[in-house]
């Protein structure tokens, strides 16, 4: 049996999570920015399906991709280079997470981005949590992903592509941004071999909390993430 939550932002500890499923830690709480914030600095992400009790989750071991460890294919290479694309920052929030629980998905029905989840992350978005990173092509957003960022660590949430490699692109410039900004992970949450064909790999859970303890309480505080283009970084490779 998994504990249900009590009022207050607070959860167990991470050992008291299943095994199987895999991480499954707590129910029911909320969906406030309080708790929200205070999950992810222990390592915790809600993920449920519509007409679902919130479910907590803490996997062990956690997927994770360092933002100098991304892997870029020479495809993707020459895409950053030459393709006529312009990336973004926070320009366009709430259509990227829209555009993210619409995509289909393998092997999954429906979406787990419920409406309140999407509430959830406008309110991280309005209190400069949460971000978002666009690919823009012919003056629409053709992929990007959104996350949260606290303090130099930032958890991906999801990702979507409407043109191939689009969500590719953003990641990389993710990386390039996050790097210049002395973040020190991406959590990636599951553990999956698209990810890993992109340089996530598995550590243990008290690994990746530990640096967490770190990470969290470094960096800028939250706020906007410039909307300005960033597509300069990878042209500039030549």
């Known amino acids: 049996m998994i504990p249900w939550l009590p009022r207050e932002p607070e959860f167990p500890a991470l050992e008291r999570a299943l095994v199987e499923p895999n991480g499954l830690l707590a129910a029911g709480g909320d969906l406030s920015p309080q708790r929200l914030l205070a999950a992810y600095r222990r390592g915790i992400f809600p993920w449920y399906s519509a007409g679902e009790p919130i479910l907590w989750w803490s996997p062990d071991p956690r997927m994770v991709l360092a933002p100098d460890e991304l892997r870029i294919s020479a495809s993707l290479t020459k895409t950053l280079r030459n393709a006529k694309y312009e990336v973004r920052l926070d320009s366009a929030f709430e259509d990227v997470v829209r555009a993210c629980a619409a995509k289909p998905r393998d092997g999954q029905a429906g979406t787990w981005i419920t409406e309140a989840m999407q509430s959830a992350y406008r309110e991280l978005h309005r209190l400069g949590f949460a971000h978002s990173v666009e690919t823009w092509i012919d003056g629409r957003i053709a992929g990007g992903l959104y996350g949260v960022a606290i303090g130099q660590a930032f958890y991906g949430e999801s990702m979507f592509s409407d043109v191939?490699?689009?969500?590719?692109?953003?990641?990389?410039?993710?990386?390039?941004?996050?790097?210049?900004?002395?973040?020190?992970?991406?959590?990636?949450?599951?553990?999956?071999?698209?990810l890993a064909s992109l340089g996530a790999r598995p550590i243990p859970r008290r690994d990746f909390t530990a640096r967490l303890d770190t990470l969290c309480e470094r960096g800028d505080p939250p706020g906007r993430w410039p909307a300005a283009a960033i597509d300069g970084h990878f042209r500039r490779q030549r």
């Not at 002395?182 to 553990?191: K, L, S």
């Open 164 to 194: 191939r490699d689009a969500s590719k692109i953003a990641l990389a410039h993710l990386c390039a941004h996050l790097k210049q900004r002395g973040f020190g992970i991406i959590d990636c949450q599951m553990e999956t071999r698209h």
